[in-house]
């Protein structure tokens, strides 16, 4: 459900150009984070929307640690608000407006290392003859193969660090919520182990909803990057890289079925190739197949569905 709709004041207050800077600087950051670890580098793809605004993509191809990693800034507007995000506001629909974001996906090539997402974005509308409404949304997630307590621990307690100072009960709503958005309905599954997902945020005013943001956006390398480090080494053979390819199936089956930001996307005509940047390089489909009980790869069901990992896997 949507938190509010903006009012006329808080339409007022909002200040499009510092989220735009933070969004670049952040960028920067995570784009420098990964390449720290590489041998190779960012290609660099800048690019413009006819029909208003652009963005830069960023891909690493090939990396000793990803296999692909892609992160994406963008900053499009267009005379009508497409219906992906104008389903819960309806007096919206078809208004002119003003999406910016940061997106990533990172792709690893050994096994142990789970596959990670984050986005973060703001929107403005203008309806005709109303005052403008903006919101916030995003949130990071975790799609492991080989998943480990301690990573999912880590993951979920940094989580709760991101919301602690706006609430005691926002790192909760938001990992539910997050828990049904990535969720797999023809599958019955999670995509992974989840995280925090929020979006339609804009109460509490403008200051409020961007220091949310924010706090989001900083502890995504520190919620992820500790888990590279401790798995990245981890010896892995043909039978991990084959379940890999088939986990990566679902990945691929939830962005084209369910994701709103690849309908938001492709329904604003926005630069394809960007959009499905988020597309594993390799992945694999199996008739029916399951893994054999009681193996590595069996225990990952025990991960893909909804559930309150700091209280069960906390060992305090």
């Not at 998943?147 to 993951?155: A, G, I, N, R």
């Not at 962005?255 to 329904?267: A, C, I, S, V």
Request: charged share 25%.
């Amino acid at each position: 459900m949507a938190e509010s709709t903006g009012t006329m004041a808080d339409s007022r207050a909002a200040d499009p150009d510092a989220v735009r800077r933070y969004l670049k600087d952040l960028h920067e950051r995570i784009t420098a984070a990964v390449e720290a670890l590489e041998t190779a580098r960012f290609q660099r793809d800048s690019w413009q929307r006819p029909e208003g605004g652009g963005g830069e993509s960023r891909i690493l191809t090939g990396g000793e640690v990803f296999e692909r990693a892609g992160v994406s800034f963008s900053h499009v507007a267009g005379g009508e608000m497409p219906q992906s995000a104008s389903t819960l506001r309806p007096e919206i629909a078809g208004a002119p407006f003003e999406a910016m974001g940061l997106s990533l996906v990172f792709h690893p090539r050994n096994p142990y290392v789970p596959t990670t997402h984050c986005n973060v974005r703001f929107l403005v509308a203008v309806p005709k003859g109303a005052p403008a409404v903006w919101w916030f949304g995003g949130g990071f997630d975790l799609t492991p193969y080989y998943p480990f307590d301690e990573d999912v621990l880590h993951w979920h307690r940094t989580a709760r660090a991101a919301c602690q100072p706006f609430g005691a009960d926002r790192y909760e709503k938001y990992k539910q919520w997050c828990d049904r958005y990535f969720f797999l309905q023809h599958r019955n599954e999670t995509r992974g182990v989840g995280g925090l997902f929020f979006d339609d945020l804009n109460e509490g005013g403008f200051a409020h909803c961007f220091g949310f943001l924010q706090s989001v956006g900083e502890h995504f390398l520190p919620a992820f990057m500790p888990i590279v480090e401790r798995r990245r080494h981890l010896p892995w053979g043909e039978r991990e890289r084959s379940f890999q390819l088939y986990r990566r199936g679902r990945y691929v089956e939830f962005n084209l079925l369910y994701d709103r930001g690849t309908l938001f996307g492709l329904q604003s005509r926005g630069r394809t190739e960007s959009i499905l940047m988020s597309m594993p390089p390799l992945a694999r489909w199996e008739y029916d197949w399951r893994p054999e009980a009681g193996s590595p790869e069996s225990r990952l069901s025990e991960f893909l569905r909804p559930r309150a990992y700091l209280s069960e896997l906390d060992p305090a």
